[in-house]
Each structure stands twice: as C-alpha cells, then as structure tokens.
C-alpha cells in the first residue's frame, strides 16, 4: 500500500467515525465550553458562598455555612435598597419602552417610502458601545454646560442636577436606556406587524372602523404574543444593566443607583468580599431564574387562552 | 376625505421626522464635541457654530495611544467570534436536526444568566493560572457571550431549511458532516453573517468582562476610553473624541449591513 492510499484509507475510516458519532462530537465542544466556563463557575460561586474569604493568600477561607445569606437578606440595608432599586429601574424603563415602542412602530409601519431608511437608522442606538454612549449623556446631562439644563432654561424652567442628585439619578439613567433600547421593542413589533393577517384589516375597514378602534380591537390583540416576547427579552437584559450605570454614576451619588449588579461588582472587586459577593450573586442568579419562569408561564397561559 | 388624508400623511412625516432626530441626536452632539475645545465646550454660546479643532483627536491616538487598544478589542472580537463559530454551528445544527431541545433550554439559560455570577470563579481561576491581562482570558470570557448568541440564532436558520437537501446528499454518497460542510453551511451563509456581526459587536461593546479581566497591556477600547473619564479634570472633548473612535466602526458596519443586524437583533422574539 502506498503511503497515499494508507493516508486516504485512514481519512476514510475517520470519516465513519465522525459520521457514527455525530450527534456527540458536533455537540460536544459546545458543551464543554458551556460546562467549564458557566456550569462550574455557578458551581463554584454557589461553594464560595458559605465561606468568608478575601482573596488573600495569608488567610484560608473559612467556612460560614449561612452566615453571607443571613447578613444580606437581614442585616444589610445596602442589599435590600439595591434590589428595590433593580426592580425601579427595570420597571421604569419596561413601561417606557413598551409604550413608546409599540407605538413608534406603528407610526413607522404607516410610512412606507422610507421604511427601509427609517430602521437603519433607528437600529444605532442599540449596537452603539454602552459605555461611549454613557459618556455622551453625561455631556449632556452636566449641570452647567449640558444641554438637558439649556433646553430647561429655553423653555423657561429650573434647572436640575439630573445623574448628580439622588431622587433623579435613577430617572435619568432610565432616559439613557430608554433611548438605547425603545429601537429594539420597537423592531420586534414592527416584524410583527408584517406577520398579521389582513383579512381583519379589511373587514374592519368595510365595517367602517376608524384607525383607533382598529388598532384598539384588531393590532394590538395580534400583537400581544410579539409585545410580549419583546419585553421579556428586555427586561431580562434590564435587570442586568451595569455599563451605562457604571460609567454614568458608579452607583451614586451616595448609593443613590446602585443596582444589584453594581453593588455586587463593588463587594467583589472593591471590598473584596467574596464570600458575601458569592451570596449575593446567588440570590441574583435566582431571582433572574425566577423572574424568566414566571414570564415564561404567565405567557403560556395566555397563549392558551387566546 | 383626501385633503384630510394628505394632511394625516404630513402629520405623518413631521412625528416620524421628530423621531428620528430624537434618536439620532445624542450621536450628532457625540461628533459635535468631539471637534470642539475645552473652552467652546464650556460655554453655551458655541453650540452649534465653532471653529473645529482636530487637537482631541490628536490627543487621543498620540498621547493615549488608541491604536494599541483598537488593536486588542480587535483581536478579541474577532477571535471570540471564530471560536464562537466553530463551536456553535455545529452544536447549533446537531440541536435543530435531531431536536435537541433541552441543549437548545441550557443555551437560552446562559443568555438569562447575569454574567457578573462568573467574574469570581473567573478571577481566581484566571489569577491562579496567570491569565489575568492575556487574549486568552479575555477571548473566552466574550466568546461566553457570543458563543450561546450563534447557537441561538443558528438553530432558528437551520430549522428553516430543508433538511431532504442533506438527505439527498446522503444518498449521493456524502456523509453527514460532508453535508454539513458542502451544504448546509453555504445555505446558511445568511445566518452565519448575521451571528457573526452581532457576535463581533457584542465583544467589541462588552465593558464588565474586560474590565475585570484585563490589565493595561490588553486593556480593550471601553475601558481604556473609560479610564480617559477617570482623571481629575473631565476632557470633555478628548471624552467625546474616544467615543467617536470606539462607536464609528459600528455604527459603519451596522449601516453597511443593517438587514443581518435587524434580523439578529429580532431572531426569536417574532415566532413566538
């Protein structure tokens, strides 16, 4: 045999073995990948939480069992503020973003000459690097030389403190991520939009219904199941906002925006706490979990319902 | 009837107009400053009409030498997107095939997961392993980002395509992976673009990762114009001059190739 065909032959058995064990071996990498880097981290975040442990090479962890849990869930005020504030800020921008988005794709269906232009441009926003856009609204919203305050005093009204005073630091980080992501729910509803029957459309037009009730009684039931879907993906992303937040106020002033997700990087890798970290990236991690879940299931059952 | 139809149709375009200059307009006061001085930037009488300077961005490729971290966000987008592919397409294309759907749940959950549960385990590992401030850390860090995005959006293409083109193959003598290969993987060239831009994007703009991960020698472009934020007295147009570098090449590319992007950026959500 010459080396030639010995090579082609032992290409050839190969290819069997590929070809018999298919399934595992495009699998596979991929969840090994997963494995190592997801599964054993969780694994490992979830060991490290019943420890106490800065990270020193002088001092071994030491083990704590509940001890983390205890003191966020009823000794740390710093935590449950956080968790408060999550949820303020993901709400807030949710509602926001539903409403304008929804509505902003039907104005934009109705235009069809320029509809292609229209979401292009309407799509930057959203790839734009969140940190480069934190930068740029905190030109804007800067006291004395933003232009948020010189549209105020145009307008003839007070100027404010905008990310530099408590009440409106989590406000105004919402203006920033309702400008960043309304494109999205608004793109998800608008290919919804072109998926609706319109033997409806028709018969509600013979039946002489104005554009409002059509949209009241017609699109807007349509589209429940795409609205829907929208807003769960984008509330899950919500809940995780740290770039914007932590390029615009680091979770000030005082501890006035501080989300989950930044206090946890704060006691991670400022205090170096990382049991406590450990703990309390648990309880987000399952809050997250739960969250999806029930999402999931309320849309389930309106599924069935429809 | 008609007169209140063209006036509708005006009414129309004024809202869309009003839109449009609302969303576009933060990125048009991003160029703005970015050729503005530090004195025009700090009065209000130049906002629209200034002598542009290119000193800001002078300052920000010589003096704190952005070419040495467009590089690594470079290197690490586009390595975390080929390995990112070459695990992911045919992971994602064994799930749509044989229906794998509980592989297809564990992917989606890595989506959900917050990725700061990772940074600990991560630091330590990668400490311990004298990893922190190398490509190798950072590549796979974002490749966790991009990696369960391509599988996402890969197993929604190849569930559209017809799987009698393998079956054909098959019967012409090809094997299965063969199929793949000379196939499927043309067939889904579409697919693949739009996971692969995303993917780049995704690594390019990601800020937590990096942040911890890397050192000043692999420091990737959002922290690095982040950084520029941290000294004492606010640049502001030096600031605004980074955020052009860093957002320009996305925002090209996007323009470029805007239908892949809605397509990724939409995947999913539609069918329900």
Redesign the interface.
Known sequence: MSSINRLEYAFGKF??F??RH??T???L???L??LV??V???G??FY?SFFEWS?SGVAKPKWVFFENYKTLLFEDARFWSAVWRTFYFTIFALVLEVVLGVA?AV??D??HR?K?L????????????????G??????YEPT?G?AN?ILKWVGLEPQLWIGSKSQAIPSLVLVDV?QW???IA??VM??LT?LPQENYEAAEIDGASSWQTFWSITLPLLR??IF??AL?RS?DA??T??II??MTQGGPGFASETL?IY??HL??QYFQ?GK??AL??L??LL??VI?FVIIKIRQRL?VYN | MKAKKLWFGRL??F??IV??A???F??F??IL?SFKTQAQ????EH?LFFKPTLKNFYSVFEEHNFLRYIWNSFVVAFFSTLFGL???L??A???AK?K?HG?GL??L??R?????????????IFSNLGLINTYTALI??H??VG??FI?WVMISFYETLPMELEEAARVDGC????A?VRIMMPLSTPGIITASILSF?FS??N??FS??LAGDRTKT??IA??NF?SYSEIN?GG??A???V??LP??II??AL?KY??SG??V???K?
């Open positions: 290819n069997l590929v070809e298919v399934r071996i495009f699998i990498p991929a969840v990948f997963v880097m997801i054993f981290p969780i490992y975040t490290l990270m902003i104005l934009l109705r235009n320029a292609n229209v979401k292009t441009l309407f799509m930057l926003p959203m790839v734009a690097t969140p940190v480069a856009i930068l740029v609204w905190l030109l804007i030389i232009l010189q400008w309304t494109p999205m793109l998800i290919a919804g998926t199941p795409t879907a929208a993906l899950i809940l995780k740290f770039d932590y390029t997700n946890g990087y991670g890798f990382l970290t450990s990236l648990m987000f991690f997250i979990l999806s599924e | 129309n375009l809202l869309v839109v449009i609302a969303f576009l933060p990125f006061w991003m400053a930037i700090m009065s209000n906002f070459i695990l992911g045919p992971a294309y064994a799930i044989f794998q592989l564990i992917i959950i890595a959900i997961i917050p990725g700061i549960s990772f940074m600990i385990p991560w630091f330590i796979l860090s490749m966790l990696l369960p599988i094997t299965i992976q063969g793949f994007i390019w703009n800020f937590m942040l911890v472009l959002p114009v982040f934020m502001w600031l605004m980074a955020a052009v860093i957002t996305i925002l996007s323009l805007q992007i809605i950026m939409t999913g959500a539609v329900g």
